[in-house]
Nanobody
Framework: QVQLVESGGGLVQAGGSLTLSCAAS????????MGWFRQAPGKERESVAA????????YYAGSVKGRFTISRDNAKNTFYLQMNSLKPEDTAVYYC??????????????????WGQGTQVTVSS
């Protein structure tokens, strides 16, 4: 069982930066692939970024590639999403998620095993 708690959301101006954190509980955190998702008002939830349990491979949606960086610290049971050059279209509720394999937490067919409760990110123009 893995429980996930996001933090770090807030209001930022376009061009600014935010770092989201996701703290996980559970002894097996280091064996899970982790992903970030977001859902804007009136839109479906979309996969943003993902990272393997080892940190050796990452995935980014095209809309955030080059601006967002996903990372993890297994010793702290935490993973992160560094968001730079934020745009108003990045405004959404951001969710972290965990899956037993990489494919479960990335892309349009993602089906994570566990979800966090979400944190709001608002980018003003």
């Amino acid at each position: 069982q893995v429980q996930l708690v996001e933090s770090g959301g807030g209001l930022v101006q376009a061009g600014g930066s935010l770092t989201l954190s996701c703290a996980a509980s559970g002894r097996t955190f280091s064996t899970y692939a982790m992903g970030w998702f977001r859902q804007a008002p009136g839109k479906e939830r979309e996969s943003v970024a993902a990272i393997r349990w080892s940190g050796g491979s990452t995935y980014y949606a095209g809309s955030v590639k080059g601006r967002f960086t996903i990372s993890r610290d297994n010793a702290k049971n935490t993973f992160y999403l560094q968001m730079n050059s934020l745009k108003p279209e990045d405004t959404a509720v951001y969710y972290c998620a965990a899956g037993s394999n990489f494919a479960l937490v990335m892309g349009s067919n993602a089906r994570p095993d566990y979800w966090g409760q979400g944190t709001q990110v608002t980018v003003s123009s």
